[in-house]
């Protein structure tokens, strides 16, 4: 049925027995939506009536690798471009943070939401947030506080480009417990010692962790030319750190014990004459502390520990402590120290009350 008033209007069911309305003129058909007299129905009706097609708005496009502005994401892309700190890291540090910053930076704000933190804009985060995202980690004390540590370059980077005035994170800690990786007793020692004679690729690995205090990078990366006679040169692979060590009379013996050492290419080899990458020493330690019938939990970075604990024990001084272990951070370093006096002030202090409500005979 045409309309009166709307020429090549004309109103038809559909399939479900609904009215509608369409425009028809020279073989072209256009819906039209709603009734006559309505502000849907004219707008369409004039626009059909004079030729104008309908348009679509745009689709919203997100493309590969957009960032919004000032935003964490943004923040981000400038750290690692643009900041001299930044490129100054040794390989080993950039790529654990660049995985801790990633996974951030992907994580969804609210659970089964579309927006993610790296979308977030700087001038949007707030110490609640921070916080916040530090509790959920209470767990995982370790990785808390390298997710603030990521954070804080984020945050950095933003008050230099002058998004933000105030830092979220301004005299925030999470610092964990002196904990994490066990520091070996001497009965373990004892009995590691004992298992793996010297002349053993394990007694090797071992003392060069111990009397090093080397990270697993850097136990697989000693070469014989780093060795002088008395001491030992090495550049930390995750801080870029140089240092000379002197080499223990016990590390000494064990290294005496190598017969073709100027040979080889590393000082810890495998058997096939291949070096030992940084991983594969973590699990041979696992191995070969469960042959010598350790417990779990006793590993090649808790050799490092123990030489920090020894250090503090024997009354290293904090700085004597950050030269040996290459620590840039004095408080981390202080932990070993506080933990050593603790334990001497509290043995001082009991004794004082030996005889206190001694009872006669």
């Not at 069911?13 to 609904?18: L, P």
């Not at 129905?41 to 960032?67: C, H, I, M, N, S």
């Not at 064990?254 to 594969?280: N, Y």
Request: aromatic share 8%; charged share 25%; net charge positive.
């Amino acid at each position: 049925m045409r309309h009166p008033d709307y020429p090549h209007a004309d109103s038809y069911q559909d399939r479900h027995g609904k009215p509608r309305w369409r425009f028809r003129r020279s073989g072209r058909t256009v819906s039209l939506p709603g009734a006559p007299g309505e502000p849907a129905f004219d707008a369409a009706y004039r626009d059909a009536l004079e030729g104008r097609e309908k348009r679509q708005p745009a689709p919203v496009v997100r493309l590969p690798g957009q960032t919004v502005p000032r935003s964490l994401k943004a923040a981000w892309l400038i750290l690692r471009q643009h900041d001299p700190e930044w490129q100054a890291l040794g390989p080993d540090i950039k790529t654990a943070q660049t995985r801790i910053a990633e996974r951030f930076l992907t994580t969804p704000v609210v659970e089964g939401e579309a927006l993610t933190f790296g979308e977030v804009a700087v001038e949007h985060l707030r110490r609640k947030h921070v916080k916040a995202l530090l509790a959920a980690r209470s767990e995982t004390p370790h990785a808390a506080a390298h997710l603030l540590r990521v954070i804080r370059k984020l945050v950095g980077i933003a008050l230099d480009q002058e998004w933000i005035e105030i830092d979220p994170t301004y005299r925030l800690k999470y610092r964990p417990a002196y904990g994490g990786w066990k520091a070996w007793p001497d009965e373990m020692l004892d009995r590691f010692e004992a298992h793996w004679p010297i002349g053993t690729t394990p007694r090797l690995v071992y003392s060069l962790a111990l009397y090093f205090g080397h990270r697993r990078s850097d136990v697989s990366r000693v070469k014989p030319a780093d060795l002088a006679e008395t001491s030992h040169n090495v550049v930390q692979q995750k801080t870029g750190k140089a240092l000379t060590l002197p080499i223990h009379p016990n590390l000494a013996d064990v290294l005496a014990a190598i017969d073709d050492l100027p040979q080889r290419e590393f000082v810890a080899m495998t058997a096939w004459g291949k070096p030992f990458s940084a991983k594969g020493l973590t699990v041979r330690m696992r191995d070969w502390t469960k042959a010598a019938g350790l417990p779990p939990g006793y590993t090649l970075h808790g050799l490092r520990k123990t030489l920090g604990k020894a250090l503090a024990e024997h009354e290293a001084t904090t700085r004597q402590l950050m030269d040996v272990l290459g620590h840039d951070n004095m408080e981390h370093a202080e932990l070993y120290s506080r933990e050593a006096e603790q334990k001497k002030m509290a043995a001082a202090g009991m004794q004082k009350l030996m005889n206190w409500r001694r009872k006669p005979g």
